[in-house]
């Protein structure tokens, strides 16, 4: 209901008015039309409760998930990720995370028995 009074008030010409009298022009002298509260017709204040109505491209006034998407995920256009998106990059990153840590233990261990063949190398020459 407050998106249906919003956009019906700021359809309206008093919306503009307020805010010209107040912040542009600041001479604080809007000229309401109606200009008295005797004037307003019950049918004035009517039109901004109407029930949502179709705009002339064809889209509703305001657009609600509808029965056949309640169970898609509502945030995706958003890019909030489900849980199991969480649980899959968490994953992956352990995974990840593990893989690098084999591959520092293998060049750790690599490196250290190529620094060791090496020195025994050296050893021998020397002799």
């Given amino acids: 209901m407050e998106y249906r009074l919003t956009q019906r008030i700021m359809k309206g010409h008093d919306f503009y008015e307020g805010i010209r009298a107040v912040l542009v022009d600041k001479d604080q002298k809007p000229v309401w039309n109606p200009s008295t509260l005797a004037q307003v017709r019950d049918s004035d ?6 029930i949502l109505t ?6 509703p ?3 609600l998930f509808s029965n056949t998407n309640y169970t898609e995920y509502p945030h995706r256009r958003t ?7 969480i649980a899959r990059a968490l994953a992956k990153s352990q995974v990840i995370d593990f893989l690098i840590f084999v591959v ?3 060049l750790l261990f690599f490196n250290s028995q190529k620094k ?3 020195k025994k190398n050296d050893c021998n020459r020397t002799q």
């Fill in 45 to 50: 204040i009517a039109k901004y409760f109407d």
């Fill in 54 to 59: 179709i705009q002339h491209d064809g889209t």
């Fill in 61 to 63: 006034e305001l657009e």
């Fill in 79 to 85: 890019s909030l990720p489900f849980e199991n998106d």
């Fill in 104 to 106: 520092l233990i293998y």
């Fill in 116 to 118: 060791k063949k090496k």
